[in-house]
């Protein structure tokens, strides 16, 4: 076999072994992206969801010194579990809050599912 065309012939076999490789690794799954991240009915908690969504949608009236914390005064989590009945049946029930917004219905059925499991803070 002439010299050069034997120095062809592995750059050859080289380049078709590395294409291969790298076929290989595109053709593999994508890896999973870490689990947990999502709040569903399953894992809604006050501190993944819950807090944070009566912080945006209550805590301009019943933040404690707003004008409605008379009636309700939102400080946290246990001022949340401590009138957990009276809040559902506001929020969900009659829906008469919040005044001057809404809740999607994703955040109501989450909202609704917090309940049911009994207002996990975790
Ligand atoms: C724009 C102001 C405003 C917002 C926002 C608001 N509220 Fe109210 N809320 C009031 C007022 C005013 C009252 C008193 C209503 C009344 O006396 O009829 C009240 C009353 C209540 C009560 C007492 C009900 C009872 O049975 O005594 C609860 C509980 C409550 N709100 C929960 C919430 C929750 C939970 C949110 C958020 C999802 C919210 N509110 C958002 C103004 C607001």
């Not at 062809?8 to 072994?17: D, E, K, Q, R, S």
């Not at 690794?25 to 006050?46: D, L, M, R």
């Not at 301009?60 to 989590?77: D, I, L, M, P």
Request: glycine letters at 10%; hydrophobic letters at 35%; proline letters at 5%.
């Amino acid at each position: 076999m002439n010299k050069y065309l034997f120095v062809y012939f592995n750059i050859f076999l080289l380049w078709g072994l590395l294409y291969s490789c790298s076929k290989d690794q595109a053709a593999s799954p994508e890896p999973e992206p870490p689990e947990g991240n999502e709040v569903t009915v399953e894992n809604v908690s006050y501190n993944n969801f819950v807090g944070a969504l009566f912080e945006s949608k209550c805590g301009s009236c019943h933040a404690s010194g707003g004008g409605a914390s008379g009636r309700w005064t939102f400080s946290g989590y246990t001022s949340v579990r401590d009138n957990a009945s009276r809040i559902n049946n506001v929020v969900l029930v009659t829906r008469t809050m919040p005044i001057g917004g809404t809740l999607t219905t994703n955040e109501r059925s989450l909202l609704q599912a917090w309940f049911d499991r009994n207002t996990p803070e975790d």
